[in-house]
Every structure is written in C-alpha cells, then in structure tokens.
C-alpha cells in the first residue's frame, strides 16, 4: 500500500511569511494527525482530524497556525505569519481507527522547514 | 495526563548484539497502549511494536521485543541481533483510550551500532 504522501520535502522561509504543508494519508485511513518535531525533541501533537472534522486541536497556536481536511481526504497546514521558533519538521500521519489502542499512526516523510 | 520519559539520550551497541533502550510511562487510565517507533535519518517515523496494558504476552515482532512490566510502568524495547540499520532515533509512544486520545512520545533514544 502506498505511505502517507507529503510535501515539499524541505521549505525555507523568512520570518512573517506565510507557508503551507500538504499531507495525503494512506486511503481508507479515517484519522489525519500534525505533528511538530523540534530538533532533538519527540513529535508533538498539533491537530487531530477524524474524517473532516477536528477531534483535537488543543495544542495548534492557533494565531498564526490553521489546519483543514476537505472532504475528508488530503490535509494543508498552513503558518502565517512564521516565527523562527516554528522551524522544525512537520509529521503527517494517518491512522485507520480514532484513539483505538491497536491502530498504530503510519508517519510521512515530514517537511523540514527553516525559518530564518 | 500521560507522559512518558526516556532516560537514555544515546546508546551504543556492538553489531549482532542485543541492546535495550528504556522507557517509563505514567498514566492513571487503566487503558493504555504503548509503542515504539523509530526514526532513520531521513526523518520517517517507522511503526515497530505495539503493547496494550491488558495484553498478558510481551510484545515481539522478528527482532524486537518489548519488555512489559506494568508495576514498574516500564516497557523497555529489546532489539536483538544489532544491524547497522538499526541506527537511528528510538521513540516510545503512548495513547489512552478515548475518542479523543493522542499519541504522546518520548524524547528519543539515539542508537548507534558499530562494528
């Protein structure tokens, strides 16, 4: 089966422009995850799609950091405008079931993005 | 809330050896499950092994295994026989049930297999 697809691979960008990531999760999988990774730090959790719905975006900065999942499939994430802090790799991950103990998340290759 | 802490930033083991990376967890659900992931260089996070906290069985899969000790709140990741492909960084991972429940990681072993 094909893996969750995401672009671009790597971004660079100056502080306070704008820059958007995109995601296609494995198909039939119903649960869409943004995670951020820092370097030398673990994935954190950013937002939690269920179908085209958002189960969990406690964690999302959401001044400067919006998400959506159009008809349930493919996922942007976008930042505007960017800070250097947000330099990091963004995770897209997709999983069959919601908070099922078993359905492990299948990750992308990220997007690494610079902000200088 | 849950966490989960990995004491061990890096670790070196010898090629064909086993090597064990920690993790410790704490929760107050009595529903839990626990995974490790690892992340190669080129950034992909890598599903390897699962455990739930009613599964009575450690975990395995080919050469990992997943020591399970639930008084402790340890479930430690044995990897047997050490490849070179096997280094890379080393997360553990937990989710609580619920419909809204996240998976949340560790800060990461880096292993490191030598000749």
């Known amino acids: 089966e094909a893996g969750v697809a995401q672009s671009p691979r790597y971004k660079i960008i100056e502080k306070r422009q704008s820059v958007a990531f995109w995601c296609n999760p494995i198909?039939?999988?119903?649960?869409l995850y943004w995670y951020q990774q820092i370097l030398g730090q673990g994935p954190k959790l950013l937002i939690q799609?269920?179908?085209?719905?958002?189960?969990?975006d406690s964690q999302l900065p959401k001044d400067r950091f919006s998400a959506e999942r159009l008809k349930g499939v493919d996922s942007t994430l976008k930042i505007q405008p960017a800070k250097l802090e947000d330099s990091a790799v963004y995770l897209c991950?997709?999983?069959?079931?919601?908070?099922?103990?078993?359905?492990?998340?299948?990750f992308g290759n990220g997007t690494r993005l610079t902000v200088t | 809330a849950q966490k989960i802490t990995q004491t061990q930033p890096g670790m070196f083991v010898q090629e064909k050896e086993a090597v064990t990376l920690d993790c410790t967890y704490d929760?107050?659900?009595?529903?839990?499950?626990l995974f490790w992931y690892k992340q190669p260089s080129s950034g992909e996070m890598i599903f390897l092994i699962y455990?739930?906290?009613?599964?009575?069985q450690n975990a395995t899969e080919g050469r990992y295994s997943l020591n399970f000790q639930k008084a402790r709140k340890s479930a430690n990741l044995v990897i047997s026989a050490s490849q070179l492909g096997d280094s890379a960084m080393y997360f553990c991972a937990m989710i609580l049930t619920g419909t809204a429940s996240k998976l949340t990681f560790g800060t990461g072993t880096r292993l490191q297999v030598t000749l």
């Open positions: 799609f269920q179908n085209n719905g958002v189960v969990d």
């Open positions: 929760t107050s659900d009595p529903s839990y499950g």
């Open positions: 455990q739930g906290s009613y599964d009575q």
């Open positions: 991950a997709s999983s069959l079931g919601s908070g099922t103990l078993d359905s492990p998340l299948h």
């Open positions: 198909s039939g999988h119903a649960t």
